[in-house]
C-alpha cells in the first residue's frame, strides 16, 4: 500500500488548507493542490453557539487569503519574533507533558427543535420559527421531541457509546440575553451515552509522537439545547434570532487523554467526518454547525505524583487549525508561568484566529455555579434497546472502513482516499463506485482480454479522474462556457459529466486507445456539452484513435533526442543522484520531434530511460 | 421599588374602588366593606383565539381564574411587579376546557406573588382580606396562596375559581375562608398555562362553597379523562385508564370505610378549638359505621423542611426568566462594564417573599449545598410518599405494588394482625393548625414561623395525592369554621369527594 510519509501528510492536513473556497463544491483542484477537509476552509460565515457577537465579528473580518501569502506571513511573522520553531517541532515541550480534553457541540441534523415543534431553520428569516416554550413565555411546557433522539444515538455508536436506557434532562443555570428561559437544558448528571471511544490513525494526521494509532476516550455525550443568535447592531444594540433557540445540540466529553495539540486538532476533525457520515450532523464548524471547548493543562515529566496540573479551558475554537494554535499557546503560557514560580489559575480563557496568545475571560471567582437541577417537567428519557439495535444495523459505513477499502482494496493514496470520501458531503465516492462499475463491465466485455486485469491499476486511474481532472474543469481554464460547479446527488450521479461517458473514455484511456492528452479534451467537451453522439463517435468522426508508432521509432527517437545532449548525458552517470528533471527533458525532446499524437509519454520516457542506461553500460538488468 | 411601580400600584387601587361596588349578596358578611381586595383589576383583553366551543352538557357558570393562570381575556401577571400587565397570547388549558363547559370568566383573583405564601399578603396589589372577620375587627388572613379566589367563591362572586396549590395554595383559603378547596391528584389536571411556581408540586386546584359543582365538572363531564398534549406531566389516556381501573368509582357505606387519623398532625401546635373539630368529625364518621385507626406517617416531621427546599429551588430555576430582556422591567442600567442588567430588574420587580424564596432555592442549588439540602430533601420526599403507599390500602397504580418490611415501620406501630398494620382508605386531618390570623400578626411573625402553617398540607403535595379541604363548624360561638382536611391515595379523586360530601353534610347537621 503506498502511504505518504507522516509528515508530509499531516502538514497536508492542518495547514493545506489549500482552497479557501470550499473544497465541497470542487473549486480550485488540480492535482497539486487537491483540498481533503472542508473544515480546512478559514471560517468566513461563523455561527457560533453559546458565543459573544465580538468574537463572531472578528473572526468574519479574517476573510480568504493565498496559502502562499499566508505562508509567506507565517515566516515573517516567525522571523519577526525571533522564533526558529517550524510547526513540527511545536508539538512537545521539553520536561513537560501536556493534557488535553476537549468538548464538542454539535447541532444535530434534526426538523424540530429538543422541546418545541418548530422547526430548525438554518437562514431563515429571524424569529420566523418560534414555539412559546422556545421563548420561555409563562405557562408553556417543555415537549420532548422524540425524532431528535436518531440522530443522537446515532452519534453516540459511531463514537463507541454505551447507549444509557434511562437518562434524565437537567437545567443548568446562568443569566444571558441569548438564553430566554435562564437556563439551558442538558443532561448533567445521567447523559444518554457514555465511555465510549475512537481511534486516530496515522493517516488521521495525528501529531508523529503518538505513533501507529492513539485511542481516544469519551467520557459522555449528551443531549442539550442551543441558545438564540444575537445579531450585533451599531451601538450597543443587539438583536436576538430565537429561530436558534432549543435547537437540539449533541456535547461530547472526551477523557483528558490527548498529549499533543495536533492530535486534538485531529480529533476534532475526525469526530466532525463520522458525525456527518452517520447523518447526525450536517453543518460543519465553517457554518458554526460544530464548536469546540478545549481544557488544557500541563504537569513536569518527572513528576512522581502524575498528578494533572490545574486546566484552562479555552472557549468557543471554531476552526480546526485555532483547536492546535490554542493549545500551543496556552501550553506554553502555563510552562512559562510555572517556570517563572508562578501558579495556574482555573480560568476560562478565550482565542481569536490569528492571535497568539490566550486571553482571560473570566477566573473561577467569576466562574457561575450552574445549579444543575433535574427539569422537573420532563420524564427520564428511556431509550429502548430495539431502537438501539436497529440504529446500529442501519449505522452508515464509518469513514475508516470505507478508507481502507479505498486504499487496500482499490489502491488510492490515503490522500486520495480521504479526499474521496469527504468532498461533495460522500456524494463523490458513490460516484467513484458507479464509474468504476461501468469501466469494470465494459473491461468485461472486452473480447482481447482474457481476465480482468488487476482491480487496482484502473481503480487507480478511476480515482485520479475523478479526483483530479474533474476537478479541473470548473477552474477557470474551462473559459466563460463552463457551468460552474459539478454537483453531485446523494446517489453519486453526476449530469455534467455523466458516469456513461467518463467510463467510456476511461476504458478507452486504460486500453490505450486514446491518449491521457485526448481524453482531457474530451472530457472538457463532455462537461461543456460539445458532443452531441457521445465519446465513441467524437473519437471516429474527428479521428482521435491513438495509433502509436513502434518500438524501433521510439528508439530512433530517444537516439535523436539524445543527439547533441553528451554534457546533460553524463549527469546520469551517478545512479545515487539520477537527474530525473532532465530525463523529462529528453522525454520532451522525443515528443517534439516525433509525431506528438501517437507518441506514449509512458513509453517514451521508459525507451529514454533504457537508452540511457545502455548509454552508461548499465545494460537491461538495471 | 421603582416610581413607575408604586405609580401603577395606586391606579390598581383606585380603579378598582370606583369599578367594583357589587353587593355581597346573601352572605353573613358582617362587614360594611365591599371589597376584599380578591380581585385584580385589569383592562379586558381582545382575545386571539375563538371562544372554545360549547359543549352540549355545558351548563352556564361563574368561573374566578387565579391571575397566575394564562387568560386571554385577561392579562396574567401573578401578582408580581415583574410581569406588569403580561398580556398571554395563550389560554391555559384548563380555562378553555372549563369555558366550553360554560363558564364565564368574572376576573383574575390576587393571590401571593407567583403562589409564594400561605396568606395571600404578598401582592403587588396589596393583601386578600377575609371576608368572615368581623367588621370591627383588624384584617384578618384569607389565606393564600389562592386567597382572592376563595373569598371570590365565599362572597358569591364566583360559582367556582381556579386555584392552584403546591403546599396547600387552595387547602389553606378554603379552610379559612369556609369553603371548599380541592388538589388534585398530580397530573390530573393539566398545567398547560399555569405559570409555574414548583412544577412537581404544582397542580391546578378548585374552589367552591359546596364539594358537588367540583365533583360534578371533575367527573361528570370527564375532565379527569382529558389528557393534554401541551403539557408534559399530563398523564397519558392509558394511564388515566389504568389508574381509573385501579380505584373504584363509586364510594362504598361508610361501615365498609377505614379512615386513618396521623398521629404526627396532631402537633402542639394545634388550636384546642381546632383539634375538636377533628375529633367530633371522626366521631361522627365513627357513628356513621366507619372504622376510624390511628396511623403512623413517620417522615411527616420532615415534610416541612423538604418542602421550602425542593418548592425553593424549583421557583429560584423557574424565575430565572423573569431578566427584563423579554418580561419585566429595564432598569436604567445596561450590561457594561460596571453595572448590573439582571440584579437592577430583579430587585426592582421581585417582592420581598419571592426574593427571599429565590434566594433559598438559589443555596440549596449552589454546588457546595446541593447534597446536603436538594438531594436530602428529595430522599425524604420518597420516605413520605412510602409513608402513604404503606397506609393506604389501595396500591399506588404508579407503582409496581409494593412489599413493606416491618422492620422499615416504627417499633410503636401497632399491628392489625399477622399480615402487618392496618390498611385505610383516606386520611383525615386539620387543614391548618390555627383559624385564620390577623394580617397584623402575620407582619410579626418571622417567615419560618409563617412557613409552619403549612406543616399539615405539604405532606399529600410532596406526594401528588389528592386532598380536600372542608369546613366544619362545631364550636358555634367561634367566629370561624375549621378547615378539615381528607387525603386519599392517588387518583382516587373521585371517593375522596364523595367523602368530603358526606363529611360536610354530616356536620352540617
Redesign the interface.
Known sequence: MSRRSLGELSSYLLEGRLSQRGCINGRRLSSRTVPIWPCLRLPYALRHLHTQPVAAAAAAAAGHVPLRKQLKEQAKQAKKQGKKKVKGDSQTADGWELTVGIEIHAQLNTSRKLFSPAATSFNDDPNSHVA?FD??????????QKETLIPAIRAALALNCEIQPVSRFD?K?Y?W?DQ????QITQFYEPFAKKGHITLLARDGIAAEDGESVTVGIKQVQLEQDTAKTLAQAG?VHW?DFNRVGVPLIEIITEPEIHHPRTAAVFVRKIQLLLNTVDSCVSGMETGGLRADVNVSVRRTDDPSKKLGTRTEIKNLSTIKAVEDAIIAERDRQIQQLEAGGLIAGETRGWTVGSKETRRLRGKEGEV?????PD????PLVIGSDLVQHLQTSLAVLPDTELDKLVDHYGLTAKDALSLITLDNGARVQYFYRVLALLESKLQAEPDIAELPEVKSYATLAGNWILHELGRLTTYKAGPLASGDLSFTQLGECAQVPEEDLSQLLYHLYRKHITGKVAKELLMAVYLGELEGGILEAIESNDLWFKEISQQEYEALAEAAAEGEDKMLEEFADEDKYPRGKLMYLVGKMMRLGPTERIDPATAEKTMKLWIERYHGRGEAA | MTAALVRRRALTFTRWNANHNRSIGQLPLRRSQSTFNHFVASTKLQPVSPPPQLRSDAKPFRLAVKDNITTEEFPTQCASGILGQHASPFEATIVRQLRSRGASIVGKTNMDEFGMGSHSTHSVHGPVRNPLAATDEEDVSAGGSSGGSAVAVAVGDADVALGTDTGGSVRLPAAYTGIVGYKPSYGMLSRFGVVPYANSLDTVGLLARDVEPIRSLVFDTGLYEEHDPNDPTSLRLETRQRCSQACSPNLPDLSQLTIGIPVEYNIAELDPSIRDAWVATASALESQGARIVPVSLPSTKEALCAYYILAPAEASSNLAKYDGVRYGIRGSEGDAAGETLYSETRGAGFGAEVKRRILLGTYSLSSEAMDNYFIQAQRIRRLIQRDFDRVFKLDNPLYEPRQFDLSEMSSDTALEDKQGPVQVDFLLSPTAPTYPPKLSEIQKRSSVDVYMNDVLTVPASLAGLPAVSVPVKVDRSHQFPAGIQLIAQYWDDRRLLALADKVMKLMMD
Open positions: 412559546l421563548v420561555a413565555m409563562p405557562g408553556s411546557q417543555p415537549l420532548f437545567r443555570h443569566f440575553w430566554p428561559s435562564g437556563y450597543s436576538l455555579d450552574y445549579r444543575y437541577m422537573p417537567d420532563l420524564a
